[in-house]
């Protein structure tokens, strides 16, 4: 399966504090994507980070990419209760294929 | 634009009926996913097409789902006869294929239950 695996399953932190999330694939990417799902809703994109980067921002986010690791994290500083969702990577492979393999998600709780 | 829009939102069905989840995507999407999300397994995606033609159908689970998209702005995904393993909430998105970014916009998402 070319399903990723995060970790942790579920995190638990306090306001303010920052939350890191990992992400490992198992074949070569074009892209890894962050997606953030509150309960009950559809996915919402975050960010995208491409193959030959590194690194990216948005925000309080970051987002780092090590393709000889196959691994990816998220992190949110300055975490806030709001921020309290499951957090999903995707990989999209280089096939060009527009479709994503999403991993198994952390469930991230924000102690306000 | 309103986004994704799924409907029905929340569907209870008594198993061996027929069930049809309908997408609309997001106007100028040309690709559209169909997903399927449950504790168990996670999010699997189970089939996608490209201006309006199915290009993966592999994550389909077996013949009584199938799926249709006649044209670009509507699609269905068909469960008959239902089951209650089926029971999951089914995410549509879509995404415009040309553009730079592979950002995908998913709907709401229907929940099912078949009892």
């Known amino acids: 399966s070319q399903q990723g695996e995060e970790d942790p399953q579920a995190l638990s932190i306090q306001e303010g504090e920052n939350a890191t999330m990992n992400c490992s694939y198992k074949?070569?990417?074009?892209?890894l994507q962050w997606y953030r799902q509150n309960s009950g809703r559809g996915l919402v994109h975050l960010i995208l980070?491409?193959?030959?980067?590194r690194e990216k921002h948005s925000g309080r986010l970051r987002v780092t990419l090590d393709t000889s690791k196959k691994s990816s994290s998220l992190l949110i500083t300055a975490s806030r209760a709001a921020d309290t969702a499951s957090y999903f990577c995707?990989?999209?492979?280089?096939?060009?294929?527009?479709?994503?393999?999403f991993g198994t998600g952390t469930r991230l709780t924000v102690i306000p | 634009d309103a986004g994704v829009i799924q409907s029905p939102r929340h569907e209870v069905t008594e198993m061996g009926q027929e069930v049809t989840l309908r997408c609309k995507p997001i106007?100028?999407?040309?690709?559209l996913f169909w997903y399927r999300q449950t504790m168990m397994r996670g999010l699997e995606l189970l089939i996608y097409f490209n201006n309006n033609v199915p290009i993966d159908d592999s994550g389909m689970p077996e013949d009584r789902f199938s799926a249709k998209m006649p044209n670009a702005s509507f699609s269905t995904l068909k469960i008959q006869p239902s089951e209650p393993r089926d029971s999951a909430v089914y995410f549509c998105?879509?995404?415009?294929?040309?553009?730079?970014?592979?950002?995908?916009?998913f709907g709401p998402g229907t929940r099912l239950t078949v009892t």
């Open positions: 106007s100028g999407h040309n690709s």
């Open positions: 995707a990989t999209a492979d280089q096939t060009g294929a527009n479709n994503l393999f």
């Open positions: 074949t070569s990417i074009n892209n």
């Open positions: 998105a879509t995404l415009f294929s040309g553009s730079l970014s592979d950002e995908q916009y």
């Open positions: 980070i491409r193959s030959n980067e």
